[in-house]
């Protein structure tokens, strides 16, 4: 149980478009869903935190205007990197809470995102 | 600022050695402490966990990992590692009643057959 799936786990698009990445709970529902960003050879980066229904709460200096996350059901959530540009490159990572299991988070595969 | 750190980045050791990777956390309050793991390939997964109770607390594939409160360490061990224990492993923690971590760098082990 506890399965939290992304997609794409992969893309590749050009500088200025922007990419949608989905997060979903399988068999759970995840009232908290966390952005985390990976950069190569460190820890994972907290970008925000989603809870269903309500906005995000944004970590220091990451731009909500650029990351913007919707999380508008239990099972699912969404970020959507507007205007990428290269150095938005790098591997997100989502993961979710659910009420039943506190404070332990199951994490998606995570989404690798290159920027051309 | 509150912050993991986890002693060492790489981790070589042979078959049947012992390890233990080491990770301290700079937090006075109540914690809750983790261990992830992440397999080529795969994704993050939980090891083991500690919320309160027994100090030393037993994962899975034979990991445990024992609180020092005076310490502040949370050190994860296994007795003879293997082959397939190849992974990254990182250390988390979650401060007070936050649901969010705070993670540490990672430890890179990779065990020679």
């Known amino acids: 149980g506890a399965v939290v799936s992304q997609h794409p786990s992969w893309v590749i698009c050009k500088s200025g478009t922007s990419v949608k990445i989905e997060c979903r709970s399988l068999?759970?529902?995840?009232?908290?869903m966390f952005w985390y960003r990976q950069f190569p050879k460190q820890s994972l980066m907290l970008m925000a935190t989603s809870n269903e229904g309500s906005k995000a709460t944004y970590e220091q200096g990451v731009e909500k205007d650029k990351f913007l996350i919707n999380h508008a059901s239990l099972t699912l959530s969404t970020l959507t990197v507007t205007s990428a540009h290269p150095e938005d490159s790098s591997f997100y990572i989502c993961s979710a809470l659910t009420s039943g299991r506190s404070y332990e988070q199951y994490f998606g595969p995570g989404t690798r995102l290159t920027v051309t | 600022a509150q912050s993991v750190s986890q002693h060492n980045h790489h981790v070589i050791l042979s078959e049947a050695a012992s390890l233990e990777l080491g990770c301290n956390y700079s937090?006075?309050?109540?914690?809750?402490l983790f261990w992830y793991v992440q397999y080529p390939g795969q994704h993050l997964q939980l090891l083991l966990k500690?919320?309160?109770?027994d100090p030393l607390v037993k994962g899975i594939k034979g990991f445990e990992a024992e609180f020092i409160k005076s310490k502040f360490s949370f050190n994860l061990r296994k007795p003879s590692v293997q082959w397939s224990d190849t992974a990254e492993y990182f250390c988390?923690?979650?401060?007070?009643?936050?649901?969010?971590?705070?993670w540490g760098a990672g430890t890179k082990l990779i065990i020679k057959p």
């Open positions: 937090y006075g309050g109540t914690v809750n």
């Open positions: 988390a923690v979650g401060l007070d009643s936050n649901y969010q971590l705070i």
């Open positions: 500690y919320f309160s109770g």
């Open positions: 068999d759970f529902q995840a009232t908290t």
